[in-house]
């Protein structure tokens, strides 16, 4: 069963398109927190005092059947959680 909390919205003025964050090009593996069928990124590194960068790439996908709503700049926030 898929877990529809997944899909994300995002917004311009009053309109809305609604879509949903993968780990892989294939959009096969839906990016979230490990419930409902979604993976999340493990990734390990060492902490020391000096600065570190880990780049990671997301792909998204906008649902189908939003063809009707009109193009233009669309914004969304997504929140990443890091543990260590």
């Known amino acids: 069963m898929k877990d529809h909390s997944l899909d994300r919205t995002m917004v311009s003025k009053v309109n809305q398109l609604h879509y949903t964050l993968f780990l892989d090009p294939a ?11 979604s993976s999340q990124i493990t ?35 997504a929140t990443i959680i890091l543990s260590y």
């Open 43 to 77: 990734d390990s590194f060492y902490l020391d005092q000096t600065i570190t960068t880990k780049r990671y790439t997301i792909f998204a996908r906008i649902l189908a059947s939003q063809e009707s709503d009109p193009a233009g700049a669309y914004n969304d926030i």
């Open 27 to 37: 959009r096969t593996q839906t990016w979230g927190n490990g419930r409902g069928g």
